[in-house]
């Protein structure tokens, strides 16, 4: 939900009907859910995540000198986030792209996530850039971000604590749901990001508008928790083609 939209839940329009949503797929079903990694040759690390109707790219950059130098610090590497919107991102809300305050919310959250899984104190005065550009939006971009940057700073070789995988939840016609839709997310009840580590399952960002009770709240984790696994596969699987790519042509080099 942004600024200046629908409230959650004001809608008449019907958005599950028989168990199934608009788009065909049942309550615990996600989008399709392709990753590439190493899409930007300049970047020490990129994805390009295409999840439903969002194409969001990340490039990573470092550990590298900190500009302005006075940033530095001497326990680690900082970490910064940019999260964009692209004016073409999405046709109907195209006048809201650029910098505003929830592209700056949502670049905070993100770093937030990541100074918690990034091993920064092995990088004294250094920096790490995760640049995100949503270029299609379809509901969601802050989990396909959080998605993305993860298999991005992985190809980067930029150690970290754990993995994370990330999913919106929420209510929708009285029912939770998982992966919102545009509409979903803007006409539903309520919704909740999750971003979650995979090893520890640790909550790395959880974010709500609207309302859902105690049990709607620990049953939304639950679902969190089988989605992200399988966001986790596609990630794995991404970050490992490009791993065996390149210790294969270091094979044909030493041949
Ligand atoms: O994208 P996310 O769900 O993380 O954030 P949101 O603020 O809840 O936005 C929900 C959806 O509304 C986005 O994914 C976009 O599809 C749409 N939106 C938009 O089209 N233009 C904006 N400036 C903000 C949101």
Redesign the pocket.
């Known amino acids: ?2 600024e200046g ?1 629908h409230m959650a839940g004001t809608t008449d329009k019907q958005l599950i009907i028989d168990g199934k949503r608009t788009d065909g797929r049942t309550i615990d079903e996600i989008r399709p859910l392709r990753i590439e990694v190493g899409v930007i040759s300049s970047a020490d690390g990129s994805a390009l995540v295409e999840w439903g109707g ?1 194409k969001v790219l990340c490039g990573v950059y470092g550990p590298r000198e900190c500009i302005p130098k006075h940033e530095a610090s001497p326990y680690g590497a900082l970490i910064k986030c940019r999260y964009s ?1 692209s004016p073409f ?2 046709l ?2 195209h006048g ?2 650029g910098p505003n305050r ?1 592209s700056l919310e ?1 670049s905070k959250v993100i770093r937030e996530v990541f100074e918690n899984l990034i091993i920064a104190e092995n990088f004294p005065k250094t920096q790490i850039n995760i640049f995100i550009d949503v270029l299609q ?7 396909a971000s959080i998605t993305a940057a993860s298999a991005a700073l992985a190809s980067a070789g930029i150690p970290m604590r754990d993995v994370v995988s990330a999913i ?1 939840t929420g209510k929708v016609d009285g029912q939770m749901v998982v992966d919102l839709g ?1 509409d979903e ?2 006409f539903g009840q309520s ?1 909740m ?1 999750i971003a979650l580590s995979h090893r520890k399952k640790d909550i790395l960002l959880l974010q709500m ?1 609207g309302l859902l009770t105690k049990e709607e709240i620990l049953k939304a984790l639950d679902m969190a928790e089988k989605s992200c696994e399988k966001v986790h596969e596609v990630q794995v699987a991404a970050v490992r083609k490009i791993y065996e790519s390149a210790a294969l042509s270091e094979q044909k080099i030493s041949l």
């Open positions: 939900m942004f939209e969002n919107m991102a999405s109907s809300e809201r792209s929830r949502i939006a379809d509901g969601g971009t802050r989990v919106a545009k997310d803007n919704d990001p508008d």
